[in-house]
């Protein structure tokens, strides 16, 4: 078995992993960590998928990852802030109305 299907494989595993935690998790922290899970596993994906042309390695995609990781790290700051103003302004860091009702 290569490297390259072995980062696709770990990839797919973290991916699901992802789904899973999104899916299940009622946190709000814990959803934003599902979130990232899945973004790192497409970062995984997209290292693999860059083969070297003619020998030398493709400077592109670690470029893409790169900035990507850039833009999630930002992204993760700004979701943690309104997190923190919600559990601030609820007093529950869930978006689940646990008051009752039919809403």
Not at 30 to 37: C, E
Request: glycine share 10%; proline share 3%; net charge neutral.
């Amino acid at each position: 078995m290569s490297s390259a299907v072995l980062f696709v494989i770990v990839a797919a595993l973290l991916f699901g992993i992802g789904v899973y935690g999104l899916i299940i998790a009622g946190h709000l922290l814990r959803k934003l960590f599902a979130i990232n899970i899945m973004g790192n596993a497409i970062f995984i994906l997209m290292v693999a998928a860059s083969g070297p042309l003619d020998g030398k390695p493709d400077a592109l995609p670690q470029a893409l990852v790169l900035t990507g990781i850039v833009i999630a790290v930002s992204a993760t700051a700004f979701a943690l802030a309104l997190m923190v103003r919600l559990y601030q302004l609820t007093g529950q860091a869930s978006l689940h109305n646990n008051e009752g009702g039919d809403d």
